[in-house]
């Protein structure tokens, strides 16, 4: 989706776990020795993804996330010029990692 690096990993952290498996948001996310608590808006492009410092001293910051920005990313990820389905039509090793992936999800 072309984010940055730090900001796509944080998305991972707070989302990927907790809507796959847990279905449960964590309020706070540590990475690297910086806490990081989130907020939502529900769309706000302005917004969507910028890190605030809250508190230097603590390491403490800010993640915000737009769902409806996030929610197009992802849209335009897979459907968009150069995205994930043009990708897996053009190249075989797209196809390939696409194969191995989906099998993983019933061993």
């Known amino acids: 989706m072309n984010y940055p690096e730090k900001e796509s ?5 707070v989302f990927r776990h907790k809507i796959v498996h847990l ?3 964590q309020p706070r996310v540590t990475k ?6 989130w907020r939502y808006f529900h769309n ?25 920005s996030l929610a197009e990313d992802i849209a335009t990820s897979v459907n968009g010029e150069g995205g994930y389905y ?4 053009q190249k ?7 194969e191995t992936a989906y099998g993983q999800i019933f061993e």
């Open 9 to 13: 990993e944080l998305l991972q952290d």
């Open 23 to 25: 279905a449960q948001l």
């Open 32 to 37: 690297n020795n910086e806490i990081f608590a």
């Open 44 to 68: 706000d492009r302005e917004k969507h993804l910028k890190i605030e410092e809250l508190n230097s001293v603590e390491n403490l910051f800010r993640f915000n996330v737009s769902i409806y």
């Open 86 to 89: 043009e990708r897996l039509n």
């Open 92 to 98: 075989q090793s797209a196809r390939n990692n696409f």
